[in-house]
């Protein structure tokens, strides 16, 4: 399903974006965009959403399993970004609030079609944002290493792996973790547990 943005989005961002569009904000940080973007410049937003898109769009491939509903799942938290800009009072915390607002999009669509039992544990870019000083994902800073981590993640029991993307790829909470997946969060924090001793204890070699 693609979903035609409205009179008060931009238009999608893969295709009609115009490369000048904002250029002279492009030095500007996350948190001014954000402020700038909540009082209705949508050229601050475009530099904004240009900026993160490729994370946007990696992680909702992962979470989906499919590049066409990932492409979906990103232009709908485009036009989600836009409209609830002006609810968000951590400006500077822009980018893992719109990774959050990916993520709801990306489990909307999962729901709405057959259940599957899996995500996709492509490449996991060192570029992610990874909140534990202490995780394997840290340690993942060569080729083989990283290698190593997707091997890891792969044998992994799927509600770990979904766990540990969610929390390292998406900055989840663990109440997200839970509402996403249909656990309790004693649940997600024991899945997440898990999921770090096994990967931390397989990724001893690349320390």
């Known amino acids: 399903m693609k979903v035609a943005a409205s009179s008060e989005a931009p238009h999608p961002p893969e295709r009609q974006l115009a490369p000048q569009a904002g250029a002279g904000l492009d030095a500007a940080s996350d948190g001014l965009l954000a402020r700038r973007a909540a009082d209705?410049?949508?050229?601050?937003?475009?530099?904004?959403?240009?900026?993160?898109?490729?994370?946007?769009t990696a992680y909702a491939v992962r979470l989906t399993g499919s590049r066409a509903d990932a492409s979906d799942a990103v232009q709908e938290a485009s036009i989600a970004i836009w409209r609830e800009?002006?609810?968000?009072t951590t400006p500077d915390a822009v980018r893992g609030w719109m990774m959050r607002i990916v993520s709801r999009k990306a489990f909307d669509l999962m729901r709405a079609r057959k259940p599957v039992d899996d995500i996709d544990?492509?490449?996991?870019?060192?570029?992610?944002?990874?909140?534990?000083?202490?995780?394997?994902?840290?340690?993942?800073?060569?080729?083989?290493a990283m290698s190593g981590l997707r091997a890891a993640l792969d044998r992994l029991p799927a509600l770990q792996r979904q766990s540990w993307i969610l929390r390292e790829v998406g900055g989840e909470s663990y109440g997200e973790i839970a509402e996403h997946?249909?656990?309790?969060?004693?649940?997600?924090?024991?899945?997440?547990?898990?999921?770090?001793?096994t990967l931390t204890?397989?990724?001893?070699?690349?320390?």
């Open 85 to 88: 800009l002006p609810t968000l």
């Open 181 to 197: 997946l249909g656990i309790t969060t004693t649940a997600a924090r024991g899945q997440l547990a898990r999921a770090r001793e």
């Open 201 to 207: 204890r397989e990724m001893e070699a690349w320390r």
């Open 40 to 56: 209705g410049d949508s050229r601050a937003f475009e530099v904004l959403l240009r900026r993160h898109l490729s994370l946007m």
């Open 121 to 144: 544990d492509e490449t996991v870019s060192n570029r992610l944002p990874v909140s534990e000083s202490a995780d394997p994902a840290r340690l993942a800073v060569t080729g083989d």
